[in-house]
């Protein structure tokens, strides 16, 4: 495999619609990555999107040498349907010393086990865009939400209208609801770390860390 300019570089296992939309996210950011699919219409299929993308059981370790795999970075196994082949994927690819295997799984029991195989991340995507929906319907103006663990999450804002007007400082955030605001955008642009003084304005949209129930309370009183 033709390998890239020193940037990080992916092997993406399983090109379904998950596996697929990593892989062409990766390349438009610009990174070097390798797909894989054993299912010949599906590499077929994206051969014209992503120039690296080859048909071959990634359950095989022998297949897995011949593509150098050892030699990327990172190694994202998609397979969802077929946990077996995901279970044997994976423990092929630490065997054969790739650095780190993320994983998709379908259930916290699946999760459970590709951990316990030496996933390094593993990965519930429906788990997860159920979670930000159910954050979206009880709470409207959370945008998205990012689950990091024991009950702490980050949560993108819309800025609520009694904080315009108010700087970081003075709206004692911390303070009041236990949150940190941690970015602010801005008319097109992030703000990382804003400083105190800076004043909330209509329309911005602010990402905060804090515990689920500090978030939801804050979220409350929009």
Request: charged content about 20%; proline content about 3%.
């Amino acid at each position: 495999m033709a390998r890239g300019s020193g940037k990080s570089e992916f092997a993406v296992i399983g090109l379904g619609r998950f596996g697929s939309a990593v892989a062409l996210n990766l390349l438009a950011r610009g990174f070097a990555v390798l797909a894989i699919d054993r299912r010949p219409a599906v590499v077929q299929e994206l051969s014209d999107r992503i120039t690296q993308v080859v048909a071959l059981d990634a359950t095989s370790e022998e297949a897995l040498r011949a593509v150098d795999i050892a030699s990327f970075d990172t190694a994202v196994v998609a397979i969802g349907t077929d946990f077996e082949s995901n279970l044997l994927t994976t423990f092929a690819l630490k065997s054969l010393g790739v650095h780190r295997v993320v994983c998709k799984a379908m259930s916290e029991r699946q999760r459970d086990i590709l951990l316990r195989v030496g996933a390094d991340k593993v990965v519930l995507p429906e788990h997860e865009a159920g979670a930000r929906l159910a954050w979206h319907l009880a709470d409207p103006q959370v945008l998205d939400h990012l689950d990091l663990g024991v009950g702490v999450s980050v949560a993108e804002v819309v800025v609520p209208r009694w904080l315009v007007g108010q700087s970081l400082m003075n709206s004692a955030l911390r303070k009041r609801f236990g949150i940190n605001v941690v970015a602010v955008k801005r008319e097109g642009r992030m703000i990382v770390t804003p400083t105190p003084d800076m004043v909330f304005a209509t329309e911005d949209v602010i990402q905060v860390i804090g515990d689920d129930t500090a978030i939801g309370h804050f979220c409350g009183q929009a």
